[in-house]
């Protein structure tokens, strides 16, 4: 007879729920038996931790063995629980003592050698064991990634022989340090692009300010090209920004890349993905498309071949900045704080508005082109412009002054700390409250934004909207009233020219 009490953590979309691994051993025949809804990888570890104790050196309890993972309504998955039901049964059989258990939580794999197996989800363990006084005991190959999270005592093990013997007082494990830090990845620089000076502008102005942005315009003048250059001008990431990605990034199928560490993801699904790729979901949730590229970019080219179903899954993050999901057994919610940029072409063939007069389609074509893209999504879009093809040869072009990232990145820095310290947040987040306190105008520079929502029949949302954009242009120029001419900059780009006209 005997009972045990060791501490774990699950995964429950981004959080570590708390698990309470009880083993209890007691008279009957030799079984083992685990409880607290098991999925398929949780049920298999009992043939894991049998062959893992053996093969260690350890005695299998000739016991009828029962493993209660509490929560029993939480659902249970991955072979993280390997390395607690191992110690729980060794604590129990009174082979280990289980004295460190109170102030310990465990969590990793076992391989039938008794070797421990990285697992997916470290980091928000990390982060709550942290904010509980809880010293965690991961696998070595996940040590890096604990590393990341400051404070807590963290320790990582080869072994379950080796973390055996350091509960035992016998020998001790190594603390989880930060790897040294990669070369980061070279980013592409704005310098790469030649002329183009409104887009480029464009491309300024949503990064000051974490506008949405549109272009569109004829295939190969540079959409895809101005599109990749965003990461290179957005400010750098908070510690806790950093924090945020690399969690959802440990709890995702792609895995945690320390060499991304810091710098804002940029994610660019193919026009195929479905909406659960684009959302997340799945029997298991993970984390979509939209929650990879939290607090980063999500570039999607080609927008109109996007199944239509796939892009209204966009609308409500793009307000919330969070998605739910839910399933008939669970519900997850992942963090959607993205910045959506996209590219399409003006019509099926590209060449619509072209003074070569290439293009074939018919009205009709057109129109059934751009109604894949529905008006509610459209008028979530800050800013909407237009990258035509350069009148004059881009090998004759002069490339002398064209300014790199870096130097437009330091007007996008100040912009971002002028809006921090009024509102602590970006433009593109302000509420209509918000935008009572910061963005009033009155005068002609009202008359102007009426006249141009009586005209381009704008809805009250893309008057708030353009309302954004214009303080945002307004901190780039450090003007702390929104000007007219701030104010008209912004009402273009809430328009495209013939190209996106009807017809």
């Known amino acids: 007879m005997g009972l045990s009490l060791v501490h774990s953590r699950g995964c429950a979309g981004v959080e570590a729920p708390l698990i309470r691994v009880e083993v209890h051993l007691s008279g009957g025949l030799p079984s083992m038996h685990l409880v607290g809804l098991p999925e398929t990888a949780v049920r298999e570890s009992k043939d894991r931790v049998r062959a893992a104790l053996i093969n260690s050196g350890f005695k299998w309890p000739q016991s009828r063995i029962t493993v209660s993972l509490a929560p029993a309504d939480l659902p249970k998955e991955g072979g993280g629980f390997d390395l607690p039901i191992a110690l729980g049964i060794l604590a129990a059989s009174q082979q280990i003592p289980g004295t460190r258990f109170d102030d310990c939580e465990f969590l990793g794999e076992l391989s039938l050698n008794g070797e421990l197996r990285s697992v997916r989800g470290v980091l928000p363990a990390a982060i709550r064991s942290r904010d509980c006084n809880r010293t965690l005991i991961i696998p070595d ?9 400051k404070g807590g005592e963290k320790y990582g093990g080869a072994t379950l022989l080796e973390i ?29 692009v030649i002329g183009l000076p409104g887009p480029k502008r464009a491309l300024e102005v949503a990064a000051a300010g974490g506008h949405h942005l549109l272009m569109a315009g004829p295939p190969g003048t540079g959409k895809t090209l101005l599109a990749s250059r965003l990461p290179g001008i957005l400010p750098p990431m908070t510690e806790s920004e950093s924090l ?13 890349d320390h060499r991304l560490w810091g710098i804002r993801p940029f994610r660019t699904p193919h026009h195929s993905c479905s909406s659960v790729a684009l959302a997340g979901g799945g029997s298991r949730p993970r984390p979509g ?41 669970r519900r997850a919610t992942f963090p959607a704080r993205f910045q959506l940029i996209t ?4 019509c099926p063939c590209g060449m619509s508005g072209d003074d070569s007069g290439r293009c074939n389609c018919s009205g009709e074509q057109i129109q059934r082109y751009k109604n894949r893209v529905s008006g509610p999504l459209l008028d979530r879009i800050d800013i909407q412009v237009e990258v035509l093809r350069p009148q004059t040869s881009i090998l004759s072009a002069p490339t002398d002054n064209i300014e790199s990232s870096a130097s437009v990145r330091e007007r996008v820095i100040a912009s971002r700390q002028i809006q921090h310290q009024r509102a602590d947040k970006p433009n593109a987040l302000l509420t209509n409250a918000d935008l009572a306190r910061f ?51 912004a009402i273009a780009y809430r328009r495209l020219s013939s190209v996106m006209d009807a017809g």
């Open 141 to 149: 190959s996940n040590s890096a990634e604990a590393a990341l999270v």
């Open 289 to 329: 498309e939209i929650s990879l590229a939290h607090n980063g970019v999500l570039f999607l080219d080609e927008l109109p071949e996007y199944g239509r179903h796939t892009l209204e899954t966009l609308r409500e993050p793009i307000e919330s900045g969070r998605i739910v999901i839910s399933r008939a057994a």
């Open 439 to 489: 963005c009033h105008i009155e005068g002609e520079s009202l008359r102007l934004l009426e006249h141009a929502a009586e005209q381009l029949y704008l809805s009250p949302r893309a008057c708030h909207r353009i309302l954004k954009v214009a303080r945002t242009i307004a901190d780039l120029s450090r003007n702390d009233e929104i000007q007219s001419e701030h104010l008209a900059e």
């Open 343 to 346: 590219a399409m072409n003006p």
């Open 164 to 192: 055996a013997n350091w509960i035992m007082g016998g020998q001790t494990l190594e603390p989880c340090e930060p790897q040294s830090r990669v070369q980061p990845p070279k980013l592409p620089d704005l310098c790469d």
């Open 244 to 256: 945020e990605v690399a969690a959802l990034a440990s709890v995702s199928h792609t895995g945690l």
